[in-house]
């Protein structure tokens, strides 16, 4: 499942010379709205043959990137599937579809070359990668468990 996922992401990172997921949704066709969406931290919809995104407005920053790449992980591997991600309930359950959508946009987000400069020279411990790229330190452990193109773990 891991490897899969991550040749998409590296396809479209090439592709598109891009891994902000706003930029990709855009080149990809897919409608993104910002807006009041209750507790919901973003939404994915296939709509009258529409690929649909919605981010809760009142995330900011990386948590933003991070609900983004994930809905955009469901529109590229689950296209004809509708997934809610709520907040703090979502992000580590066991579902297929949500392991892969997080996978997904862990990976965007953090592909290796931007890891392997941070792993390249020195030992960080999962609090200073997670202070350093900006994202919690549950999503760097899920990162750091995946494999880099040659299939050699990364810890």
């Given at each position: 499942m891991v490897e899969e996922?991550?040749?998409k992401v590296a396809y479209y990172i090439k592709k598109y010379q891009t891994n902000n997921p706003f930029r990709l949704a855009t080149a990809l066709g897919i409608e993104v709205a910002v807006g009041d969406i209750g507790s919901r931290a973003g939404c994915?919809?296939?709509l009258k043959r529409t690929k649909c995104i919605w981010?809760?407005?009142?995330?900011?920053?990386?948590?933003r990137l991070f609900v983004m790449a994930h809905e955009l992980g469901h529109a590229i591997l689950h296209p004809r599937q509708n997934?809610?991600?709520?907040?703090h309930k979502t992000?580590?359950?066991n579902s297929k579809v949500e392991q892969e959508a997080n996978q997904f946009a862990i990976?965007?987000?953090?592909p290796d070359d931007i890891l392997a400069e941070y792993l390249m020279y020195q030992e960080y411990t999962l609090?200073?990668?997670?202070?350093?790229?900006?994202?919690?330190?549950r999503l760097i452990e899920l990162?750091?468990?995946?494999t880099n193109e040659k299939g050699q773990t990364l810890i």
């Open positions: 996922v991550k040749k994915y919809m296939y981010i809760n407005e009142n995330l900011e920053g990386n948590e997934c809610y991600f709520i907040r992000l580590f359950l990976n965007l987000l953090i609090d200073q990668l997670s202070r350093l790229l900006g994202y919690e330190k990162r750091l468990k995946s």
